[in-house]
């Protein structure tokens, strides 16, 4: 049982708790707990009553619709007031100020309207005392004030959401303009308008102005430029027409068309519709036309393969002057070899507009109207077109590859160039770039966005044969060490042309016999390279064909060749120990100054693979012991 008052001590309660009669079992004692579960407990066992408040506002003016009729220098008619109630009692609802009111009437019933002054203002409300909606009806007139010429009806700014008028002006042919809002619609004699209440409403109306002009003959002139892609199978009309309008306007343009020439389409802003009858292309307007008008034509012909070609001409109708030109231009293998032009002057095909500086054709030909552009002069042109068979043409080729392979990697590649800037090497992971050779002289590798080497390429002058040239590059991978016996893969550079022959010399220790395994790769004898950029010097050794040592004679070479190249080896591990933190190639793309020779010796295989695609790695796979043969 829980009796007693409680005090709070620091941050705890003490309750006395006294042993309840009937369960002896139990003895007094305090218990203690926090002073906010004290709180909390005291909050639900005693809530706290909470006062509704009221809505914010009495009433509130939701909309007012005006319908009103225009008779002489006033505006009578009915204002409707949408209003909700939202308090018990009685409530009092401002009328908008302004409005000059006759009578007010609630569902039939007469309404007494309230008037009272603030300050030097006196304003005009009903007193209701029903909660709800309710609609207001008020007999009103509004005074319409002339000016200049207009006449002006205003209705004033009021606290609704939405003002909606309509105004019926019992007047032909009038100009309306509306501020505060906006017109929906017209019907008859009506004038429908909204506002959002914010603001008066106001509709100011004149009498529509007739102007009176004199028709003038039309004097217009023209320009039309074509363009014709002569093809194989069907020739392409493309033609811009502008027109620029001197005296009266233009309700259509008239362009005269050959027989031979159907037109598809006709595009213009101004335009509106377009119709060929008896040779001539009617293009209306959608407005008539007094200053200036531009047009796009596009149709097409049937013209002969090749030969002597007359060129169908468009010519504009009904002006003064006409200027502009005409370009042609061979679609395909082919060119113009010669032409005849009658009332055409030779131009550049920048002069002739957009329509024809775009096009980049090696055999187009371009005139421009003779000066004066008599609208009836004669104009003719003749073009003789010979047609070529089309050959596929190969960009960029390696026609040999020649790779060695030691500890380090050596690639010599014979390539033909005929359009390519870049040859764009993708290195085996980890390769370290040592130096790049074009043609003899040493190059700079650039680096592609994927991280591939891009070796600059020789190109040969147009209509000579390309003559391959030497690319050569050498670089160091990175490999597991050879154990007692195992397999070991040989990966080899990606490049973005197509290989016709690959040569691979791979050189090893004498103290290991290795074997080819079954791949792109096939073991031959050695020979030397087919292509003139890569042969070797005469007083070249060939490389010694799969000859392994025994194990006495592959430690006595091993010893001799170790003393003999005690100097090189120093400098190949000096560049090795240079290069040992750049173990990415994308990060040691660049060319060393000095060439380096590549480090042939021990014993070797001569594999040869033919054709090897563009963007595709070629690998050999090999398989060793150690031991060396018998």
Known sequence: MLRGSCFQIGVVCLFSVLASAQDASHTAGWIAIPANEYTALRDRAFPARYEVDGPAADATLTRVDYDLRVNGDSAVGRATLTIDVLKEGWVRIPIPTGLFVREATMDGKPVTLVTSSTGKAQTTAAMLSQKGRAVLQLEVAFPVVSTSGEEKLSMPASSSGVTRATIAIPRPDLDLKVTGGYVSKQTGDAWIAYGDGSQPLALTWRRKMELRRTVLPLRARGSLVELLGLGEDSTPVYAEVSLDVVQGAAHQARIQVPPSVTINQVLGANVADWEVKNGELAVSYLEPVEQNARFVISGETRLARDGQLEIPLLRLLDTEREAGGIAVEVVGAGEIVDLKSLGFDRAEAADLGSIVAGRQSPSLVAFRVQNGGAPRADRSLQVKVARYEQHAVLTANVEEARYRVLAASDGRYAVRNNQRSFLKIALPQSAVVWS????????????????????????????????????????????????????????????????????????????????????????????????????????????????????????????????????????????????????????????????IAFPAMGPSIFLVAELTSENQAAALEVAYQKGGSK
């Open 436 to 595: 790049a050779y074009l043609a003899g002289k040493p190059v700079k590798p650039g680096q592609a966005p994927d991280g591939g080497l891009l070796i600059p390429l020789e190109k040969t002058q147009a209509g000579e044969e390309a003559a391959p040239f030497a690319l050569e590059l050498l670089y160091l991978v990175r490999s597991t060490e050879w154990i007692d016996k195992g397999r070991a893969t040989v990966p080899l550079p990606a490049l973005d042309v197509p290989i016709s022959r690959t040569a691979l010399s791979l050189y090893y220790s004498p103290l290991f016999r290795v074997t080819a395994q079954p791949g792109s790769f096939h073991t031959k004898p050695y020979e030397p390279p087919t292509s003139a950029a890569l042969s070797a010097p005469a007083n070249a050794a060939p490389a010694q064909v799969n000859k392994p040592l025994s194990p006495a004679q592959a430690v006595q070479s091993d010893l001799l060749n170790q003393f003999q190249s005690n100097a090189a080896q120093a400098a190949t591990q000096a560049l090795v120990d240079k290069f040992r933190t750049r173990n990415d190639s994308r990060e040691s793309a660049r060319g060393i100054a000095g060439q």
